[in-house]
């Protein structure tokens, strides 16, 4: 009998790509989870590019449902081990970050539950042998990846170790194993060597990012005209879209960008903007809000101002904290001012502007505490020990203490300011992550993507043809097919 691999594939199109160039490779069974809109839905059952034995389309569960079964809920958290109340929490669309509609609490279990039986049927009819998929970014990913650990699933996890290159593994950002760096060797850099080395991976996401730009307004423009004139059938069969109407989400919409002005007027005019060379403090950078590196990576951590509170409270005499925006915020449409006000009104706590350099800040500080993310690697650089709230593979640098409880704070920060960066220690463990990566910029390829199908990632309810989809496929024949040589040789690996 074949082995079985499920692909979870979503707007996010780099499973199916990958899926088509592997098939060619192994002979398994393939299976699919379709996340998607209606209109690549229609294409995703369609299709003949892949062959799929069976595919589910997530949405189709989620009408008329009754009210929650709370002791198939129980019963369901037992078996797996999983708190299901910390998913729906930090799910944006169930809670603190949908500005359009408050779900029920009957609802938000009623999504689960389906969720839950929909998921424990997939994974008892196919039994498969391996799961590929993105990194979990929304809560129905977090809660299938984990079901798929608790019942021996090998999972295929693509995903950037804080770098332009790309790993496949079974946790996110982190090299599969259990790896003791004095076992590792060496390449002989020094710190200056490995910082212009980052720094060339910064160069190349600046890039990207200014070219993304110029060419995002006039997409804007076509995929709101596309939406005023579609039929806006997903607020009927997409909870994700449950009471967003038109006319609500436009007028949301219009609001945001009025906000967006009037809240970078209100950084421009109060942030601070200089450094003052004397000055002793511990660095912390903002996280974006809505985004995996706070939502799920670090599902406690949530509330970034209540962070900072507990921070300031476990200072020593002698540091401020300072704190700058993440100028990604943007995208967000930077925080209410009145989340600012209440920042900046913290004592000993000083807010900086996003546009500042992080250099600086790493280059002055005396140690970086970070809820996840790369800054804590990023301070490593800089010969500066740091503090993550997340588990990251960057943790086996002796110079970065994982936060097991807030408690523990105030004797963790007084040991880390003892602590002192060895670059032997840094140079191993970036070797490494070379060694044992691959070139693939998933962020690059997710751009290229957007472009060719969805309006630079500003509509995602597009029909897609299969003449289309083999037009991508055969113009980055290249670059998926390398990457889908990676996912065989990663199966391999665990086969043997």
Known sequence: MPSKI????????????????????????????????????????????????????????????????????????????????????NERILYRFNRIYKFSDDEILSILERECKLFDEILTEVNPDFIMMN??????????YKMCKKVGTKILLLSPPNMQKSIISEKSRTIDGNIELDKLSSSNRSFEELRSYHKSFSAIKAQRAIKKFKASNLELFKSSLKFISSENQHIKTHY?????????????????????????????????????????FIYFPLGVDEERNILIAAPYYTNQIEVLRQIVKSLPVGYKLFVKENPGQSVRYWKNISEYKEIMDIPNVHLFHPNLSTEIFYKKCSLVITIGGS?????????????????????????????????????????????????????????FLENNSFDFDI?????????????????????ISESKMKDFLEENKITIDKLASEFEKKIKQFNE
């Open 240 to 280: 994700t879209h449950r009471g967003r109407t038109k006319f609500k989400v436009l007028v949301d919409e219009f609001k945001l960008k009025i906000n967006r002005k009037l809240r970078y007027s209100f950084i421009n005019h109060n942030f601070q903007t200089e450094i003052k060379s004397e000055e002793k």
């Open 135 to 144: 990194e979990p970014a929304l809560h129905q990913h977090e809660l299938f």
């Open 6 to 89: 499920l692909f979870w594939i979503s707007g996010a199109l780099t499973p199916f790509c990958i899926s088509y160039y592997l098939q060619k490779k192994i002979d398994y069974d393939f299976f699919a989870i379709i996340d998607s809109y209606d209109k690549p839905k229609m294409f995703f059952q369609n299709q003949n590019l892949v062959k799929f034995q069976k595919t589910w389309f997530y949405h189709d569960h989620f009408q008329n449902m009754n009210k929650p079964d709370l002791e198939y809920l129980s019963d369901f958290e037992k078996k797996y081990n999983i708190n299901l109340w910390e998913l729906a929490i």
């Open 443 to 463: 962020m690059d390829f997710e751009n290229k993507y957007n472009e060719f199908f969805y309006h630079n990632g500003h509509y995602l309810s597009v029909n």
């Open 375 to 431: 800054s804590g690697l990023e301070a490593a650089l800089y010969e500066k020990p740091s503090i993550i709230f997340s588990d990251l593979g960057y943790s086996i640098l002796p110079s970065v203490s994982k936060l097991n409880s807030i408690e523990e704070l105030p004797t963790t920060i007084r040991e880390s300011l003892q602590k002192k960066v060895n670059v032997e220690d840094l140079d191993k463990y970036l070797s």
